[in-house]
């Protein structure tokens, strides 16, 4: 009878995205993550198997946590346009502060494994799908409920341009260590979506 696991995976897969978060997949030594995560070796090895697939998890789990928060945030009832705001101000705060920062920063190492891991690579294409779908379907209740003008005759476009608006803030909070510069990025974004 094998023993039970002394440690809870889900608190693991997060403390593995701030240590890949941190210094990058490739950056990432064996050791680093065994201090990082706080277990031994062989429980690693037992539970996640190797580090491609400790960071292939890791990238999964943070990527559909914040996934699931922003499709819940836009089928909330109400104004469309605030519910959208809210996520990007979300992106921005989480930025801001040096504790969760990290954890946003896997998302780098994630999209430079793209061209060499299918199995990441497949994984965000079906998220973008959903994140699309999602700000789109939110954007036609928008358009329905008298939020939108007519000027926006594109709404999967728009869409599109919102989700990868999110993604970018992450890149310029690598760039970046000023806070007014994702406030511009934010408020610029969201001018979009006015009349």
């Known amino acids: 009878m094998g023993r039970n696991k002394e440690f809870d ?41 190797t580090k491609k697939e400790l960071f292939i998890s890791a990238v999964k789990h943070y990527v559909n ?24 101000t979300e992106v921005a705060e989480a930025l801001k502060d040096q504790v969760r920062r990290n954890e946003c920063f896997i998302m780098h190492s994630a999209i430079d494994q793209v ?20 700000f789109h379907q939110a954007l036609v209740r928008a358009f329905k409920q008298g939020e939108l003008s007519n000027r926006h005759d594109d709404l999967l476009a728009l869409a599109r341009y919102l989700n990868h608006a999110r993604y970018s803030l992450t890149q310029a909070a690598k760039l970046t260590s000023n806070p007014v510069v994702l406030d511009d990025i934010v408020k610029v974004t969201l001018a979009t979506l006015d009349l």
Request: net charge negative; proline share 5%.
């Open 65 to 88: 946590e914040k996934t699931e928060a922003v499709i819940s945030m836009l089928e909330r009832p109400g104004p469309v346009k605030e519910s959208i705001a809210s996520i990007f």
């Open 9 to 49: 995976t889900s608190v693991v897969l997060r403390k593995a995205m701030e240590v890949f978060g941190h210094y990058g997949y490739e950056g990432t030594s064996l050791q680093l993550l065994l201090d990082g995560l706080g277990i031994a070796r062989q429980s690693l090895y037992d539970t996640y198997g």
């Open 115 to 134: 061209p060499h891991v299918p199995e990441i690579a497949a994984f965000f294409k079906q998220d973008a799908v959903r994140l699309e779908q999602a």
